[in-house]
Nanobody, 120 residues
């Protein structure tokens, strides 16, 4: 089993910055793509950014140029640096990863979510 624990959410004014972190733990043999999703009230969960094990990144159009995803493979962590935040970035942000453990090949795992609120 793999546990994903997020941290770093909170309340920030428009134009401000936040950094989200996610740490994966458990009997991990390999972690493949790590992602950040978000879900606003009444909306579907959407992919914000993803990063492969070799560092290839992908971003939603709405966050390109403002958000940066990064990871440290040795520590099994992924981070999301969010700059120039807008009220429409308000959502619960979820860490997501695909990983192999001794008992599960390429399983999908989710964190518990962390609230990001952008408001003046």
């Amino acid at each position: 089993q793999v546990q994903l624990v997020e941290s770093g959410g909170g309340l920030v004014q428009p134009g401000g910055s936040l950094r989200l972190s996610c740490a994966a733990s458990g009997s991990i043999i390999a972690i493949y793509t790590m992602d950040w999703y978000r879900q606003a009230p009444g909306m579907q969960r959407e992919l914000v950014a993803s990063i492969t094990s070799v560092g290839r990144t992908n971003y939603a159009d709405s966050v390109k140029g403002r958000f940066t995803i990064s990871r440290e493979n040795a520590k099994n962590t992924v981070a999301l640096q969010m700059n120039s935040l807008k009220p429409e970035d308000t959502a619960v942000y979820y860490c997501h990863a695909e990983a192999t453990t001794p008992i599960r090949l390429r399983g999908v795992y989710w964190g518990q979510g962390t609230q990001v609120t952008v408001s003046s």
